[in-house]
C-alpha cells in the first residue's frame, strides 16, 4: 500500500525511545483508550517491536495497515476493530 | 495453550529481574492472567526503601555485560519497576511475596512496593497457577 491510500491517522503514539515491548505497551493502552475505527500510528525504533507489534493486532482482531520504514525508525499503522 | 502463566522469581539482580518484568508484560500484553511469586533475593528487591537501587547483575553479565546493560539502560531503557508497573495497569498481573520468605527476611507487608499486592504461602500460588506453566527465574 502507498502513503497516499492510507487511512487519516486519529492518533500517533511516539515510542521511539521505549525498548521491547514498550511500543507494544504504548499501543495497547491507546487502543483501550480509543474508539472502534481510530487509526492508530505508532513510531518504532525498536526491531523486535517491529515483527511482535503485527503478531499482536492479528491475535487481537484489530487490523493492521502496514509496517512503513522511516528514516530509523518504524511507522506502524493499526485499525482498532472493536 | 493455557490462559494462565506463572513467574517465580528467586534471583534479585537486576538483570534476572528485567528479563522477567518482560516476559510478564508480554504474556499480560496477549491477555494471559500472570501471577508472579517473589522469593528470596528477588522478594528482597522489592523492599520498598530498596526497589529503586542497584541490584546488580548476574555473575555471568561480567564488565562488558555491565557496560552493555548500562548503555542501554542510558538509551532510555525502562527499568524493571516501571515495565511491571506498565504490565499491571495493561493487563491482569498479580504479584505476591511467598510467605516463607517474608519470614525469612523479617519483612512486614508494609516493607514492600506497592506493586506486590500481597503475601500468600506456595499452596496458594499454585492454586492460582491453575494448569498453566510455571516459570523460574
Known sequence: MTDTAMPAVTRTIDARGSFCPGPLMELIRGIKEGQVGDVLAVLSADKGSKTDIPKWVEKAGHQLVGVFPRDGYDEIIVVKMK | ?137
Not at chain 2, 531503557?77 to 495493561?90: D, G, H, P, V, Y
Not at chain 2, 498481573?93 to 503475601?119: K, R
Open chain 2, 1 to 137: 495453550m493455557s490462559d494462565t502463566i506463572s513467574f517465580v522469581l528467586f534471583s534479585g539482580t537486576d538483570d534476572r529481574l528485567q528479563a522477567a518484568a518482560v516476559m510478564s508484560a508480554g504474556a499480560a500484553a496477549l491477555g494471559k492472567k500472570v501471577n508472579i511469586f517473589l522469593q528470596y533475593w528477588a522478594l528482597d528487591a522489592f523492599r520498598r526503601d530498596r526497589i529503586d537501587l542497584d541490584h546488580g547483575l548476574s555473575p555471568e553479565a561480567g564488565e562488558a555485560g555491565r557496560a552493555a546493560v548500562d548503555a542501554l539502560r542510558a538509551a532510555g531503557q525502562a527499568s524493571w519497576k516501571e515495565t511491571l508497573s506498565q504490565a499491571k495497569e495493561l493487563g491482569d498481573v498479580d504479584i505476591q511475596a511467598c510467605s516463607l520468605s517474608m519470614d525469612l527476611l523479617h519483612l512486614e507487608e508494609s516493607d514492600l512496593d506497592p506493586l506486590v499486592d500481597g503475601v500468600e504461602g506456595v499452596t496458594a500460588f499454585y492454586i492460582s497457577a491453575e494448569d498453566g506453566e510455571i516459570v523460574f527465574i
